[in-house]
């Protein structure tokens, strides 16, 4: 453990110019928690808020994940939070193939160095990367119809728990989706870790 080469990597990312989003973010999101967590929450890319205070999850999507973090018996400080994107896209647009490509390589040194044993994907971009990167692509599809499973497999350092999720902003714009996303987080608190 280094804890200076996550901070070196902070550094990194928070002057990064590799894409266009360089040049409109406020502030990056390299992502923050522990360092040795067992859970990594992923999501998609920063919003407005996060923009504004270089923290992940700090909006009203952020709210929403701290309810349901709580339902799964987990805190903030003992996992780590991060995204597949650092900087926010304009208008809160999808990140586009590029971007990931030239970004992910930080979330992959946070995964190396993190080692977690469970990955929550947040959202269809999450799960994309996260199941490809850790050869699970056949078993790829639409958040709808993946979503509280658990994909059980190898990675460099040992066994890794794959789980998608809906992203929690999805309960923003459709409340009906609360229960089903309590029920994945309720799922994940069972999760041996
Ligand atoms: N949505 C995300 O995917 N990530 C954040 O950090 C905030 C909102």
């Known amino acids: 453990m280094d804890p200076e080469y996550i901070q070196k990597l902070n550094q990194t990312i928070c002057q990064c110019q590799r ?12 992502g923050e928690g522990s360092l040795e967590a067992k859970v990594m929450c992923i999501g998609e890319a920063p919003g407005a808020s996060e923009d504004k205070e270089g923290r992940p999850f700090c909006g009203r999507a952020g709210g929403v994940l701290d309810e349901m973090l709580a339902l799964a018996g987990l ?16 208008d809160n647009r999808n990140p586009h193939d590029e971007e990931i490509a030239l970004c992910t390589p930080y979330l992959d040194a946070q995964i190396e160095y993190i080692k977690p044993k469970v990955i929550c994907c947040l959202g269809n971009f999450s799960t994309g990367y996260i199941m490809r990167k ?37 309960v923003t714009y459709d409340i009906n989706k609360k229960p089903v996303l309590a029920n994945d987080f309720r799922i994940l608190k069972n999760i041996p870790k």
């Not at 805190?75 to 304009?90: A, V």
């Not at 958040?143 to 794959?162: A, D, V």
């Open 75 to 90: 805190t903030r400080q003992e996992i780590f939070i991060g995204n597949i994107l650092k900087c926010r896209p304009p």
């Open 134 to 170: 850790f050869g699970l692509a056949a078993k790829v599809q639409g958040i709808t119809k993946i979503h509280g499973n658990i994909f059980i497999t190898t990675s460099p350092y040992g066994k890794i728990k794959i789980m998608p999720i809906f992203h929690p902003a999805v």
């Open 19 to 30: 894409c266009p989003l360089g040049k409109t973010r406020t502030k990056a999101v390299p």
